[in-house]
Antibody, heavy 124, light 112 residues
């Protein structure tokens, strides 16, 4: 069974840092691009970042560029999101999702498997 | 990048059909046939229902169908069932000098 399990969320003060992890199982992790999507309380979904299967290509939404870093350890089947300089508007449930179009980040990529999410709260 | 525009809510009775619209621009929805749709029940993770405008993943009921005209994509749910009550989000690739996705504002579907 294909599964994604996020962890690492919690309460952090503005300006602080947090690293999210997403453990993958049930598929050949290195063969698929991966994505982080977030959802602020009571709000809609927002694409945050995507990474290719090799980790060589990464993309970010404008609001997190320079603050967040997506990475992956294919030997551990784990996706990461390092979040620095956190702000109140980063408060959200963060989901990791598997791309359905292979190891490259392609325009036709949809997100076919999602984790259950991990909650990040930025507050003093 | 502005979110795609969806109606806040749509409702229908069991057995009826409903359609959810998703309006973007020539830089996203209108650029390619790369719109996907996700269903999200309260407190749950999103689930892929439609990809590439009208294609259904394995296991998704054929009661769900998608289409697109110009800058507007649509999701139709036919034979509405109680379990279809959920939030629905469209998503499109954004044509720009880098890679990006944009989601819609979300639509709450209520089964009366």
């Amino acid at each position: 069974e294909v599964q994604l399990l996020e962890s690492g969320g919690g309460l952090v003060q503005p300006g602080g840092s947090l690293r999210l992890s997403c453990a993958a199982s049930g598929f050949t992790f290195t063969s698929y691009a991966m994505t982080w999507v977030r959802q602020a309380p009571g709000k809609g979904l927002e694409w945050v970042s995507s990474i290719s299967g090799s980790g060589g290509s990464t993309y970010y939404t404008d609001s997190v560029k320079g603050r967040f870093t997506i990475s992956r350890d294919n030997s551990k089947n784990t996706l990461y999101l390092q979040m620095n300089s956190l702000r109140a508007d980063d408060t959200a449930v963060y989901y990791c999702a598997k791309g359905d179009s292979g190891y490259e980040i392609r325009p036709d990529m949809a997100m076919d498997v999602w984790g259950q999410g991990t909650t990040v709260t930025v507050s003093s | 990048q502005s979110a795609l525009t969806q109606p806040a809510s749509v409702s229908g009775s069991p057995g009826q059909s409903i359609t959810i619209s998703c309006t973007g621009t020539s830089s996203d929805v209108g650029s390619y046939n790369l719109v996907s749709w996700y269903q999200q029940h309260p407190g749950k993770a999103p689930k892929l229902m439609i990809y590439e405008v009208s294609r259904r993943p394995s296991g998704i009921s054929n009661r769900f169908s998608g289409s697109k005209s110009g800058n507007t994509a649509s999701l139709t749910i036919s034979g509405l069932q109680a379990d279809d009550e959920a939030d629905y989000y469209c998503c499109s690739y954004v044509h720009s000098n880098t890679f990006a996705y944009v989601f819609g504002t979300g639509t709450k579907v209520t089964v009366l």
